[in-house]
């Protein structure tokens, strides 16, 4: 009880009361939705999670990657094929798949942050690793190769080997979005998520003032890509393929940083209602798409949301309808 109230803290009971409905709503969700709206929501929450790992990078710490599919594509390669080749349950193929994704992410960290590189640059090494991964794993027979990965299809729901149909990987994908809230609460109000704040606004100032600057940075690139590797892994078991040019793509790294840009950098519901936002109109974009037989709308609407959010919203999403409706926090 005593770690329910220290993670509440001084949110107001309206916002504890509406998180509270809103997890009674998802838990029911599937009894009541059909197929295709039990799919939107699957994308919402998959694009939360995502979206909250990699706030952690950006929103918390400051770092802006870009090339964070390298560590999904890593993460579902490895569960996958340990599940193709040798029969490895993906539970445990998931702990190897995070251990690599969290080696890449410690190598991509030390060499940027261990040399200084910040902004542009350091989005640049995290992209050229992605791309080198991408190349890699293309000519890699193991991995499927270009010709990519393909796990059977089970209708029969086994939750051992994650193999069911939408519903079963509904509720994995739900415990891992509300698990990653807590956890991105949890460390925003701990002295490691203060520490991330004042490097994301003066990391000079930081350093001078005591805080690990280099030590802080690499802990949130291996947190980071710990989460975004669950995804990955839960990514390749729910679609049971997956292939380099798609897995490894810049496409993919930028859909990661999409829901929190659009919600609000640096807090706790802007990758939420980001995926929401973007989930939602996306969907119904893609229907206007093939309506209106315009290829590529869904892209189209992504970089128009873009442009709109940092015209008029630069905070972001959330902030805005957080004042309208007085969600904000009391301050301590």
Known sequence: MSFVRRLAGNAPPRILWSLAILLALLLVAPAVLGKYWLSVLILILYFAFVGQAWNIMMGFAGQLSLGHALYAGLGGYIAAGLYFHYGIGPWAGLFAGVAVAVLAGAIVGYLGFRFS???????LLTIAFAEFTRLAFDHWQWA?????LFLKVEHATDIVNLRGGPVLFYYVILALAAGAFILCRALLRS????????IREDAEAAQAVGVPVLRCKMIAIVISAALTAL????????????????AFAMGRSIEITLAPIIGGLGTLFGPIVGAVVLTGLGEAF????????IPGIKQIF?????LVIVMYRPA????????????TERQS
């Open 117 to 123: 590189l910040a902004g542009v640059y350091f989005a």
């Open 144 to 148: 499927g190769g270009s010709g990519g």
């Open 191 to 198: 002295r490691l998520g203060q520490y991330w704040l004042a």
């Open 231 to 246: 995804a990955g892994v839960w990514n390749a078991f729910y679609y049971n393929n997956l292939f380099p040019e798609t």
């Open 286 to 293: 893609t229907d206007l798409g093939d309506v209106l037989r």
């Open 302 to 306: 992504y970089g128009l949301a873009l």
């Open 316 to 327: 972001g999403v959330w902030p805005w309808l957080a004042n309208k409706l007085g969600l």
